[in-house]
């Protein structure tokens, strides 16, 4: 689907993105994509939200980031990573042994984006690991930087 700048969004505003999700998902030793998120900042025409994740209508440089927080019952890894496109972004790996309780693993990359005709790219924010428990909250910011 081709992002559209509809009425609601200003075309003249710098594009910014952030999503978040608060539904409890469980963590498991496949990697899989959060869902349920609901946009809380969306302007300009560069990005829609997805309730799993972004995607980028056009070329350009992007700054984004992430934060995942989960609540672990039982101790291990836990692990975090952007997918661009249903790839991971071997730079945005991060793996933490959690300790039972809260944690929260931050992420962050730059995209350098070319133009794609037909459906743009979708960004996503994966989690997997041996703890377990659930991921509790979780956030998405996207800038277009040029």
């Not at 594009?15 to 496949?30: E, H, K």
Request: net charge neutral; hydrophobic share 40%; proline share 4%.
């Amino acid at each position: 689907m081709a992002c559209n700048c509809n009425t609601l969004k200003n075309n003249c505003r710098k594009s910014a993105l952030r999503i978040s999700g608060s539904t409890p998902q469980a963590i498991s030793t496949t990697p899989s994509a959060l869902s349920g998120a609901i946009a809380l900042v969306d302007t300009g025409c560069s990005m829609e939200a997805m309730s799993s994740g972004a995607r980028i209508c056009t070329a350009g440089l992007y700054e984004v980031s992430a934060n995942v927080q989960a609540n672990v019952t039982t101790a291990g890894t836990v692990s975090a990573q952007m997918y661009l496109d249903g790839v991971p972004l071997p730079d945005t790996l991060r793996t933490v042994t959690a300790a039972v309780g809260l944690t929260v693993i931050p992420l962050e990359t730059l995209l350098c984006l070319p133009g794609n005709c037909c459906c743009g790219h979708t960004v996503q924010v994966y989690v997997f690991g041996a703890a377990v428990g659930d991921v509790t909250l979780w956030a998405l910011d996207a800038l277009r930087q040029a």
